[in-house]
């Protein structure tokens, strides 16, 4: 698996197996695990792949070193600080050693993508060792042809596109990995089947995300969108043009969430978004620097999993459709103050989103004012074009609609 972006940059296998293995996994099978893997996907092995028997603790230290080295700290502070004032993770949610944790807990393996090895967690189940191991090792191949490190690059690409990238480099990895289970029962391959059986879906729901620590309910979905979403994604691909067909997305790759939940956008050639540059009110220019602390591109899943926090899931769908763009930006107040001070949320947040009609950002303004109605605890009521949330805990909201564009403003307190 390749973690999220901007958390981790190295690719793991989760397994929800916890530490409770009956013997220490042996790194034996990994050449015939690479065989099994390549003849599915059709990518000669351009090398042989070590593997590395690894306790928990090596993997946790191995987790903090590559976060440290590979993402700048100003990034995890910057996403910490939005995701907190837009109520995806409560304000008293350690960000950093959470997410760190869930992964030690549940984490059965992992391909590094810098050092060329794979890792083995040393209490991994026999059962689960050749599994994880064909899944991982498909990461492998997939750096071997197409460098997937630098597909997940905070430095390069926002957060929008980085999780398209890594839905379709997971959703390759799960599709390989059905398609050995298929094999071993003598089943048809996923290129045959007109749709993915919906118990897999079921059955993968909490993939890896049942730690002993606990995790918000938006980061779970994050983590399992690069599986579910983008094994419907490759699906897609297989179903017409095979694993060579996937290669070349690889070669093209899609450029935000949106064409992973919509495949035929992808294929049909169009972005389906234009870039957004931040734009901070004049009204807060005097209050804040002049250069955001942090801005991103959040998406439409970002959207959709935002507002099902407080919203059914299918009106969360319904509300995220139609998405053309966003930023979201993070201007700390003009203070000499420390860094730590910005985890206070004293600043402002800007997010401006366009939307590919009128319909759409109604749709948007309404399902957020509505959210945010539910997590203010205020009455909700169809507003024209501006909602107030003057006394939250968060510090004084305002979201307002104009045509097809939809501003949300956070000022901290």
Not at 267 to 293: A, H, M, N, R
Request: aromatic content about 10%.
């Amino acid at each position: 698996m390749i973690l999220k972006k901007p958390i981790l940059l190295i690719v793991l296998s989760l397994c929800g197996c916890g530490v409770g293995g009956s013997a220490e996994a042996d790194c034996k099978i990994t050449s015939s695990a690479l065989l099994k893997a390549s003849e599915i996907r059709g990518l000669k092995p351009l090398k042989e792949v070590p593997c590395k028997l690894q306790s928990k603790e090596e993997i946790r230290q191995f987790i903090l070193t590559t976060l440290k080295k590979k993402v700048p700290e100003a990034r995890l502070e910057g996403e910490e600080t939005v995701y907190k004032l837009l109520g995806l993770i409560p304000l008293d949610y350690d960000y950093k050693t959470g997410v760190v944790d869930l992964y030690t807990s549940n984490l059965g393996g992992y391909y590094d993508p810098e050092h060329d090895f794979y890792a083995m967690a040393k209490w991994l189940p026999q059962k689960l060792q050749i599994p994880t191991a064909v899944h991982e090792l498909v990461h492998a191949l997939q750096d071997q042809y197409f460098q997937i490190e630098d597909l997940v690059d905070p430095r390069k690409y926002p957060s929008d596109q980085i999780n398209a990238h890594l839905a379709l480099a997971e959703g390759d990895a799960t599709a390989v990995s059905l398609d050995y289970a298929a094999s071993l029962q003598k089943s048809p391959p996923l290129e045959e089947l007109s749709e993915i059986p919906s118990s897999f879906f079921q059955d993968s729901t909490e993939l890896g995300v049942q730690p002993k620590v606990k995790i918000p309910a938006g980061l779970k979905k994050m983590l399992v969108f690069p599986y579910l979403s983008g094994l419907r994604f490759v699906h897609q691909i297989l179903k017409t043009e095979g694993y060579q067909g996937v290669d070349a997305v690889f070669r093209r790759l899609p450029e935000s969430s949106e064409q992973i939940l919509h495949p035929d956008l992808y294929i049909s050639g169009k972005k389906g978004f234009e870039e957004i540059k931040s734009d901070l009110p004049k009204d807060y220019q005097s209050l804040v620097t002049s250069e955001p602390f942090f801005e991103d591109r959040l998406g439409e899943f970002f959207i959709s999993t935002l507002l099902s926090e407080l919203l059914p899931a299918d009106e969360a769908s319904v509300a995220a459709r139609g998405w053309a763009g966003d930023i979201v930006s993070f201007y700390p107040y003009i203070k000499d103050r420390p860094k730590s001070y910005w985890f206070k949320n004293e600043g402002i947040l800007t997010w401006r989103s366009n939307w590919d009609t009128y319909k759409d950002s109604r749709e948007f303004f309404h399902g957020l004012g509505k959210a945010y109605s539910k997590r203010f605890k205020v009455p909700f009521n169809r507003r024209p074009g501006k909602y107030n949330f003057a006394d939250s805990r968060v510090g004084k909201v305002i979201l307002s609609l104009d045509e097809k564009e939809v501003l949300l403003t956070i000022e901290g307190s």
